[in-house]
Structure formats: structure tokens, C-alpha cells
């Protein structure tokens, strides 16, 4: 049995049903495993299954108050896979089918993309079953504060520093952080993504679209295009999405669409800067933003479909894991002329991420692509650190830096690795797993 195999196995009876985190950690195997075997310190440390395992997890149970004066129970967890880069650190997700599989991906995923930006970043990711979707205002606080009751021990500046994810952004870091100040008297950057008002950074909310859109740039400004003019096809409408839209629109890109989990928005003319002001601001107050602008403004919102039957140059998924299947993937090799740069963390099953490598298209994975927004945390804990604030034009100068920098580190290994046309996912695989396997060999066991 080869190493890969031999890998593989182990993976599979260690982390039984876990199909998201054992279809994560299988495709990084199939890049790192040959770095491994051509590297004896690596074999000696066993470097392979220390990464392939997280630290610790924590599982714990929410209970906490709605409207009606009765006690409601979630269930959380807090994945703490590496510190051996710094601190734990990764998002908060609240969502009603969230599960440890899930979160073992992220979590794992984070390890990588946190040592792509060469900052002092360890990895984990967190979250809950509670779905915030129809909850009032102060339903949501509560949770929020019950959430930090259970979690407030085991987090803080040098040890882990939670963030946002889906349906976590600075309000609800808002409520925890003002719950983690009353729990643990301490102001300090247990908490990155919170509100400017409580020591956020004034970038955060944008950088991970922001981030998606300037790795686009150096996508094909290698290829010597500009961006201008490009049309583009965004699935979701959150944070990630409406940002890269944003960002997108100011560098001359027409946006054609966003979507939901109920169905797309098609703006054939593009998207206008109005309209993204309406969803980032009034928007937030709607069941379905994207039909109700579509309703206001005379655009088309297709109820139970997807982006991915347009045509366009650009594809950047922003909404979950596995929503671009194999057939998927097909249609947009058909439907797109430039590439797939993925703003959501692993939005591409292993079917459609083979086609799309495969294809002629330029295709970025997550971990590379959307590391915008853990970089820009990275900044907030070391402004927090320093008792300090940064400018806007100050951040989003590093952070067009730092995207600019894994684009070439990835490219740079892709091209070290033997490949024509570059191979970020075999780029950032291995550029990431280096970071993190010399740090486990220096720590000794
Ligand atoms: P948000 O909660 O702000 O938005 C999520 C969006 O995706 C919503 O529009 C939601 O629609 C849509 N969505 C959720 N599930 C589905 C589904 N099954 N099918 C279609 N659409 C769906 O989350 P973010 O924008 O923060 O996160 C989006 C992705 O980006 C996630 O994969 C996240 O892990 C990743 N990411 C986020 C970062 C951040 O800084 N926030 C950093 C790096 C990665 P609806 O409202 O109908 O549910």
C-alpha cells in the first residue's frame, strides 16, 4: 500500500460518515502526500497525520431565552485544530444544519489558508445549530450572550480568536464581545470582525470580498488582462458576496448576478452601486432581499435556480460548501471564458473540482482566493495588540499586498511542481502545508 492509500484508510476509519472533512482532507492528501514522501524530516516527525488531526473540540450545549420566556437548547463546538502557527484562529457560523463534519472542514481548510498569508495565525472554527433566520432582535442577543457564557474560558488574544462566518457578522460579534467583556473584565482581541465601535478593524467587513476580487486581478493580470470590462456571475448575497460584488462594479466588472438559498437575481446590464447600497443597507431588513430588489427595480429574480446556466467570463461562488456539483461544473466549462475563483470555502464537490482543473478555465480554491477577510483579522488582533487603529487606505493597501503575495506563492509552487498553466489548488496546498509541516518539525514531540 502506498503512503496515499495507506492515508487515505486511516482518514476513513478515524473520522467515520464525516463526509465534508474527509472530502477536504483527501484532496489536500493527493497534493502534500508526494511533498512528504520526497522530505525525510517529515516522514520522522509524521508531520502527515498531526495536520490530518485537529488539537481539540470543544462541544458544548446553549441554552438560552426566547420571546416567550422559554429556555430553547443548541448545540455548539469550537474545532481547535492547529496553534502550531499562532493562536487558534477562524470564524462562528450559526446554522440550522451545522455539524462537526463541517466544521472539521473549515477548520482544517483554515490551517491552510491561515499559513498562505505567512501571518501569525493558528486555525479552528466554531459555531451553532441556531438559526438566527426568523428570530427577533433580542432573541438573537441572548443567544449571542449565551453562546459567549459557554465559550468565554477557552478563547482570548494569544489562545484562540473566534470571527465571523455565515450568519455571524460585527453585530452578533458585537453582542459577544460586550458578553466577553462582562465575563472576563478584559478588553483585549479575544474576538476579530467586531464592530470599529469596539476595536474592529475598519476593513474587516469588506476584506474577504474585496480579497476574492483583487486575486481575480492577479489571476489575469498574469495573463496580462485587466479586469475592466469583464462580466461576472456571483452566487450568494452575504457578506462575501455583496462586498465582491461591490469591489467587482468599482474596478469596471458587470456584475449579471447574486443568489440565495431560494433563487437568483439576474441583472442583465449589470448591477448598479444603488443597488448593492439597497442590499448591503435596506436589504438587511428583508426576507428576501434579492426578490424584493428585483421586485423594486424592474430586474429578474428566478425562484429555485442558480448562476451557473449564464454566460460569463468569471464564476465566484459566495454562498456554501458543495453547491457546484459535477454536472454544474460542467455547464459553466461551457458557459464561462476565463476561470472559477472561489470566495465561499470549499463551494466545489471533488467531482466539479476535477472538471474545472481539468478544463480550460483558470480555477482558484477558497483557501488561496478567500483568505481576505482572516488577514484582515490578523491586522485587527495586531491593532488590538497595539492599542492602535488603522486606516481604511492603510489596510486595504496590505491587504492588496497580502492577496497579491499568495497569488504569486502559489503560482511560484504551481510552476515548481512541473505545470504549463498554473495549479492553485496544487499551489496553495503545498505552498500552506511547508508553513505548517517545518512548524511542527521545529516544535519536536
Ligand atoms: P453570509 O451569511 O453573509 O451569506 C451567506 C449567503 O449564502 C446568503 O446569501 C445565503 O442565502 C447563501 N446561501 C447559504 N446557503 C445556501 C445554499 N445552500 N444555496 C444557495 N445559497 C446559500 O455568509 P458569508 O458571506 O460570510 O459566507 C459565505 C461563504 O464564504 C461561506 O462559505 C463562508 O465560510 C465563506 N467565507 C466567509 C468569510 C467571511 O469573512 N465572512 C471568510 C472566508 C470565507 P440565504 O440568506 O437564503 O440563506
Known amino acids: ?134 428570530r427577533s432582535e433580542n432573541e438573537i442577543r ?60 475598519c476593513l474587516r467587513a469588506q476584506a474577504t470580498g474585496f480579497g476574492v476580487i483583487y486575486f481575480v486581478q492577479e489571476m489575469l493580470k498574469s495573463q496580462d488582462k485587466q479586469i475592466d470590462g469583464h462580466s461576472v ?27 440565495n438559498s431560494r433563487g437568483v437575481l439576474i441583472a442583465e446590464e449589470g448591477l448598479t452601486q444603488q443597488h448593492l447600497d439597497w442590499l448591503l443597507e435596506e436589504g438587511k431588513k428583508e426576507t428576501n432581499s434579492l426578490e424584493s430588489l428585483a421586485k423594486k427595480d424592474g430586474l429578474l429574480y428566478k425562484k429555485n435556480e442558480s ?29 464561462l471564458s476565463f476561470g472559477v475563483v472561489e470566495g465561499a470555502n470549499m463551494p466545489c464537490t471533488q467531482e466539479a473540482s476535477d472538471t474545472l482543473l481539468k478544463s480550460k478555465l483558470h480555477y482558484a480554491p477558497g483557501k488561496a482566493a478567500n483568505a481576505g477577510g482572516v488577514i484582515v483579522s490578523g491586522f485587527e488582533m495586531q491593532q488590538n495588540a497595539m492599542m492602535r487603529y488603522e486606516t481604511e487606505a492603510e489596510l486595504d493597501k496590505k491587504l492588496q499586498q497580502k492577496m497579491s503575495d499568495i497569488h504569486q506563492a502559489c503560482e511560484d509552487e504551481s510552476r515548481a511542481q512541473g505545470n504549463d498553466k498554473a495549479n492553485y489548488v496544487q499551489g496553495a496546498n503545498i505552498v500552506g502545508f511547508r508553513r505548517l509541516a517545518d512548524a511542527i518539525v521545529a516544535q519536536g514531540y
Open 1 to 134: 500500500m502506498s503512503l496515499l492509500e495507506r492515508t487515505i484508510s486511516w482518514l476513513e476509519e478515524k473520522n467515520p460518515n464525516q463526509d465534508e472533512f474527509l472530502q477536504s482532507a483527501k484532496e489536500v492528501c493527493e497534493y502534500i502526500v508526494p511533498i512528504v514522501n520526497a522530505n525525510e524530516d517529515y516522514k520522522a516527525h509524521n508531520v502527515l497525520q498531526r495536520i490530518l488531526t485537529h488539537d481539540q473540540i470543544l462541544e458544548f450545549t446553549v441554552t438560552w431565552e426566547n420571546d416567550k420566556g422559554y429556555p430553547e437548547v443548541n448545540r455548539a463546538w469550537r474545532v481547535q485544530h492547529s496553534n502550531a502557527l499562532g493562536p487558534y484562529k477562524g470564524g462562528t457560523r450559526f446554522h440550522p444544519q451545522l455539524n462537526i463534519s463541517t466544521l472539521k472542514f473549515l477548520a482544517f481548510e483554515q490551517s491552510f489558508k491561515n499559513a498562505l498569508t505567512q501571518l501569525t495565525l493558528g486555525s479552528g472554527k466554531g459555531g451553532s445549530d441556531f438559526n438566527p433566520k426568523g
Open 233 to 259: 456571475l456571483i452566487s450568494g448575497a452575504g457578506n462575501v458576496a455583496l462586498h465582491a460584488a461591490l469591489k467587482a462594479l468599482q474596478l469596471g466588472a458587470k456584475v449579471l448576478s447574486l443568489s
Open 307 to 335: 448562476p451557473w446556466s449564464l454566460k460569463a467570463d468569471i464564476g465566484i461562488p459566495c454562498a456554501t460548501q458543495n453547491e457546484i456539483n459535477g454536472d454544474t461544473a460542467k455547464k459553466i466549462v461551457k458557459n
Open 142 to 201: 441572548r443567544f449571542c450572550n449565551a453562546y459567549m457564557q459557554a465559550i468565554y474560558k477557552h478563547i482570548g488574544p494569544n489562545t484562540d480568536v473566534p470571527a465571523g462566518d455565515i450568519n455571524v457578522g460585527d453585530k452578533e460579534l458585537g453582542y459577544m464581545f460586550g458578553e466577553y467583556l462582562r465575563l472576563a473584565k478584559s478588553y483585549d482581541g479575544a474576538l476579530s470582525g467586531k464592530p470599529i465601535a469596539l476595536g474592529g478593524s
